[in-house]
């Protein structure tokens, strides 16, 4: 294996470590190399806390090796002060001159400025290795960044026969335990959780986490006629929650109702708002309408669907999918996983 590919991947793989706690920065890995050999290693484990470069500094022993070695770094240091100083100035000030760089970082507050400041200080920079899979490691950023919404995830349950619910939207249990405890790791892994009225008022759902270890997503729901009443979980305070409504409704301890226009496209204010929030991807738990809406306006990056061998034979029918190749399809207990991903968006 290409060395350069082979630090690099193992920075991506650090990366990986901070799903979840990062967010809503990118996920970041970083490498330290001296003469083949790696002799620090730091992600970015906690927003607000220190970047990936600080920790992977920081954990060299011997620093007054940092001059004669590589920094190997998944997403371009950062020139800008935010929760913390500039990433490339950290570098510098430790002697670094070597660095080799994944991905360039889209924010407007660094692109490309990062890596100017270190080429301009005589830093080697190298750009680009491993670029593909750092685009994929960090898709929901990356997609925050450039198509100015959240990185969508779409998730349903059907039957066999096609049906998401018994008939007059009366829920039911369609999915098996293995299922529902992978969809509470999916939860510990966005920043937030979307469903319709209709989920909300038939289901009454928690939109927590239960069956896996990991931060709760942010709550959004859909309620455009505030028809969800204050004795249902997800007005009870519990955790953050946003209702997008076309109402005025003042807010309560930890729920904020925004008021949408109804001259405007509902769904792209809400996408939009939720942008200005820094909300950088929502796992979509809605049901056929508000899926469907999003699949024929093409607001979607990932469709997660589990296919149950029971039947239900009449019910809410399940989203229709237009032809779509899947990326992979496996099975989770008892029911059949495919999921999807969106090439066109």
């Known amino acids: 294996m290409n060395t350069e590919h082979k630090h690099m991947r193992r920075a991506l793989d650090l990366a990986a470590l901070g799903t979840g706690g990062a967010r809503p920065n990118p996920i970041v890995g970083c490498v330290v190399v001296h003469e083949g050999k790696i002799i620090g290693e730091g992600w970015h484990q906690q927003y607000g806390g220190p970047h990936a470069e600080v920790n992977a500094i920081n954990s060299v022993q011997n620093k007054s090796l940092l001059p004669e070695s590589q920094v190997y770094v998944t997403l371009e240091p950062c020139s800008h002060y935010g929760k913390t100083p500039p990433c490339a100035d950290f570098l510098l000030q430790h002697g670094v001159r070597d660095v080799v760089i994944c991905n360039t970082d889209p924010n407007p507050l660094v692109a490309g400025k990062g890596i100017q400041k270190l080429i301009d200080a005589g830093c080697k920079v190298h750009i680009g290795v491993l670029e593909q899979e750092g685009l994929e490691r960090n898709r929901r950023f990356f997609t925050f960044q ?12 059907q039957s066999a026969d096609g049906f998401i619910a018994l008939p007059n939207c009366q829920p039911c ?12 790791k999916w939860r510990t892994e966005e920043q937030a959780i979307l469903v319709g009225t209709r989920t909300a008022l038939f289901d009454n759902p928690q939109l927590n986490v239960r069956h896996w270890p990991g931060p709760a997503p942010l709550r959004i729901a859909i309620d455009k006629q505030l028809q969800v009443p204050a004795s249902h979980h997800l007005l009870d305070d519990s955790h953050p929650t946003l209702v997008y409504t076309l109402q005025e409704k003042a807010p309560t301890a930890q729920t904020e109702f925004i008021s949408l226009s109804p001259d405007a496209d509902f769904l792209e204010q809400l996408l939009t708002d939720l942008y200005k929030r820094n909300v950088q991807s929502v796992l979509v738990e809605g049901g056929t309408v508000l899926l469907e ?6 607001h979607w990056d990932e469709i997660r669907i589990f296919k149950s061998p029971t039947l239900l034979q009449d019910g809410v029918r399940a989203p229709r999918l237009p032809y779509l190749p899947f990326v992979s399809r496996s099975t989770v207990g008892a029911d059949e996983l ?7 968006s």
């Not at 249990?173 to 509470?184: C, D, M, N, R």
């Open 293 to 298: 809406a999003l699949l024929q306006t093409n």
């Open 173 to 184: 249990q369609i999915s098996g335990p293995l299922a529902k405890q992978l969809v509470h």
């Open 146 to 157: 450039t198509k100015k919404r959240p990185y969508l995830v779409l998730k349903w349950a």
């Open 338 to 344: 495919t999921i999807y991903r969106n090439r066109q």
